[in-house]
């Protein structure tokens, strides 16, 4: 990869941002990972005018990683929310959660989602899935300018 690039994962479980952190690096996936824990962080971190703690504004990610079953604001309203926005409706928002209900991956892409990745439970296969998430995304997909 060329230039540093962001993914902004949304996840509540540690074990989750753990496993997903570890998939990540094992699959030399070289981004830096910033991590929200809810959908109301998510949120704040998208469209905060504040400048970070260190005085920095925040850069915008070039993924989102997105949970949907997330601690008071759900996933699907943080998407809805996101898609709702122009600056933040072309930046690509994978759902990446244990959900395989139906109307789940339904209403993901109804509100814009751009892919829906159900997590392996297996570690070695979830680090295939980290590698394509970051190969595809980050290094062969064409972001949109600006």
Do not use: C
């Amino acid at each position: 990869m060329s230039r540093s690039h962001l993914i902004l994962l949304v996840e509540d479980n540690s074990d989750d941002v753990e496993i997903t952190l570890r998939a990540f690096r094992k699959s030399r996936v070289l981004s830096e990972i910033v991590v929200v824990r809810d959908g109301v962080e998510a949120l704040d971190y998208m469209f905060a005018s504040d400048p970070s703690a260190d005085g920095k504004t925040k850069a915008q990610p070039d993924v989102i990683l997105l949970d949907l079953k997330l601690p008071r604001v759900g996933g699907l309203e943080v998407l809805r929310r996101l898609r709702g926005e122009e600056r933040t409706r072309r930046v690509p928002v994978v759902v990446l959660t244990s959900s395989d209900e139906e109307k789940d991956i339904q209403s993901s892409y109804d509100l814009g989602a751009n892919s829906f990745v159900r997590k392996p439970v297996d570690f070695t296969q979830f680090v295939e899935v980290a590698r394509q998430i970051g190969e595809y995304w980050l290094v062969i997909n064409e972001s949109p300018p600006g």
